[in-house]
């Protein structure tokens, strides 16, 4: 699924991939969007830890940029499926029948069967009946076990999704505030199983454009692991570099590096000065001077002083050394005013062979347009408004082995022309971590993003008129 993102105003998503190739796993060091689980390439969260429990943090999810940046979508792949989503319908319809039969309508099992039957109807497209199905599974498990049955938040959960799917943002925050509530009676006002919940609620304020109701939730969400762990703990400063990643997602990068220097203060009072436990922070600082588009020694010096607080202390987190490295490499390939030689990203790359899951790292950062250096796209002509008309640009393009990009070219537009120009002055000024096969950097040829935003109104007989008038 192509998630949603955005050009400046609006809030887009982000996916990227080699054309034809199947959708890339979100990168372990990237952030990903709130909400989506689209990822944003090249806008690295700060690295794991030497600690195991900090490298866990490392994730992050992908959002929108500053005012006037883009973000980008993978051009979708094509579903094969060895079975037509309505067959897969009709037989989970069977099922529900069978089920009721058999155990009675008021069973678990037939609120269980309704909930397949739901997510067969979600991947067909059939909103409407997702939601009676969602619904149906709902009232089956409060009339098993009271309305604040803790069975209830998973189809809650996914009939929210479902909504937003949709577009339908309203009803989505209620089947989230109402999973939320359930969870909050039943595990506790402080349980951090709520978070995700909080996070898809602050995607949904986003797309509805209440960025101070967003933030409310994401404070809510720290203030609710600072409460149960002490403010040094692995919990404790990866809730903070989570807040500090949301922070950069909305711009306002200041504010995100302050939240990396508390981190730092935390650490030096609780474990003293050069401590692994710092390398996050300091990551987090030198990728968000990158992703500002400002080379400021500070960034740099910051992404060096986490390296050798990691080789001085002969770490043996080797993901945190690659992700260091990566980050280095990164913020070579986006300032750096000669051809940059790529040894970071190799030494990157041998450190991947020795960490569990190497091979799918590797994928992830090192293979699909991952943006080091991203270019605004012109916000003229797009809205914030949720309900405006959506439209979508694939491009493709190929890569150097430093990272620049030649042969750009509009795949599909629509509408068409809006945004086309802006698009391709967007990839042709970005700057992309350069692709990597065998360990070596290398060349690749017909990558694919797509671009998902909304218009307004107005802006395609006024960007006809513009033609018309230049044809003149």
Same mark, same amino acid.
């Given at each position: 699924m192509v998630a949603i993102a955005g050009f400046c105003l609006l809030t887009m998503s982000a996916h990227a991939q080699t054309a034809g190739a199947a959708p890339r796993p979100p990168d372990a060091a990237d952030p990903a969007p709130s909400g989506t689980a689209a990822q944003t390439p090249g806008d690295n969260?700060?690295?794991?830890?030497?600690?195991?429990?900090?490298?866990?943090?490392? #994730?992050?999810?992908?959002? !929108?940029?500053?005012?006037? +940046?883009?973000? #980008?979508?993978?051009?979708?792949?094509?579903? =094969?499926?060895?079975?037509?989503?309505?067959? $897969?319908?009709?037989?989970?319809?069977?099922?529900?029948? /069978? #089920?009721?039969?058999?155990?009675? =309508?008021?069973?678990?099992?037939?609120a269980e069967a309704y909930v397949d039957l739901a997510e067969a109807q979600r991947r067909a497209g059939d909103h409407a009946a997702a939601e009676k199905s969602y619904l149906a599974a709902i009232d089956v498990y409060h009339s098993l076990e009271g309305q604040f049955?803790?069975?209830? $938040?998973?189809?809650?959960?996914?009939?929210? +999704?479902? *909504?937003?799917?949709n577009d339908d943002y309203m009803r989505a925050v209620t089947a989230y505030g109402e999973a939320r509530e359930i969870n909050r009676r039943v595990y506790g006002l402080l349980n951090e199983d709520q978070i995700?919940? $909080?996070?898809?609620?602050?995607?949904?304020?986003?797309?509805?454009?209440? !960025?101070?109701?967003?933030?409310e939730q994401q404070l809510d969400a720290l203030r609710i692991v600072e409460r149960s762990h002490p403010p040094e703990s692995d919990e404790a400063l990866g809730a903070l570099y989570k807040y500090?990643?949301?922070?950069?997602?909305? &711009? /306002?990068?200041?504010?995100?590096?302050?939240?990396?220097?508390?981190?730092?203060? #935390?650490?030096?009072?609780?474990? &003293?000065?050069? +401590?692994?436990?710092?390398?996050?922070?300091?990551?987090?600082?030198?990728?968000?001077?990158?992703?500002?588009?400002? !080379?400021?020694?500070?960034?740099? &010096?910051?992404?060096?002083?986490?390296?050798?607080?990691?080789?001085?202390?002969?770490s043996t987190d080797k993901l945190a050394l690659a992700e260091t490295l990566r980050d280095i490499g990164d913020w070579e390939i986006a300032f750096s005013k000669v051809d940059y030689d790529?040894?970071? *990203?190799?030494?990157?790359?041998? *450190?991947?062979? +020795?960490?569990?899951?190497?091979? =799918? $790292?590797? /994928?992830?950062?090192?293979?699909?347009?991952?943006y080091v250096l991203r270019e605004p796209v012109s916000p003229a002509g797009l809205s914030q408004d949720p309900n405006s008309p959506a439209g979508h640009i694939i491009v493709k393009f190929d890569l150097d082995k430093t990272g620049h990009a030649s042969n750009i070219t509009i795949v599909e537009s629509e509408p068409p022309g809006l945004k086309d120009e802006a698009v391709i002055r967007h990839i042709r000024r970005s700057r992309f971590r350069p692709q990597m096969a065998d360990g070596v950097t290398v060349a690749r040829e017909s990558l694919a993003l797509q671009f998902n935003y909304r218009y307004l109104r107005n802006a395609t007989s006024a960007d006809k008129e513009k033609g018309k008038t230049a044809k003149e």
């Open positions: 969260a700060p690295a794991a830890s030497a600690q195991s429990a900090a490298s866990s943090q490392s #994730t992050a999810p992908a959002a !929108p940029q500053a005012a006037g +940046d883009a973000s #980008t979508s993978a051009a979708p792949a094509l579903d =094969k499926t060895a079975q037509d989503p309505k067959q $897969i319908v009709e037989s989970q319809q069977q099922l529900v029948t /069978r #089920t009721e039969q058999q155990f009675g =309508k008021r069973s678990r099992q037939a049955t803790p069975l209830a $938040i998973e189809p809650l959960t996914a009939l929210g +999704d479902n *909504y937003r799917e995700p919940l $909080i996070d898809r609620i602050t995607d949904v304020m986003l797309e509805l454009n209440k !960025p101070e109701e967003a933030e500090a990643r949301w922070l950069r997602e909305q &711009g /306002r990068f200041q504010e995100e590096r302050d939240q990396y220097m508390r981190a730092l203060r #935390t650490v030096h009072d609780h474990y &003293g000065k050069d +401590d692994p436990h710092e390398v996050p922070a300091l990551l987090g600082i030198g990728d968000s001077f990158r992703v500002q588009r400002i !080379p400021e020694p500070q960034g740099a &010096g910051s992404l060096h002083d986490a390296l050798q607080i990691l080789t001085t202390h002969g790529g040894v970071d *990203y190799r030494r990157s790359w041998q *450190y991947l062979g +020795d960490v569990p899951d190497g091979e =799918k $790292i590797r /994928r992830q950062w090192y293979s699909g347009p991952n």
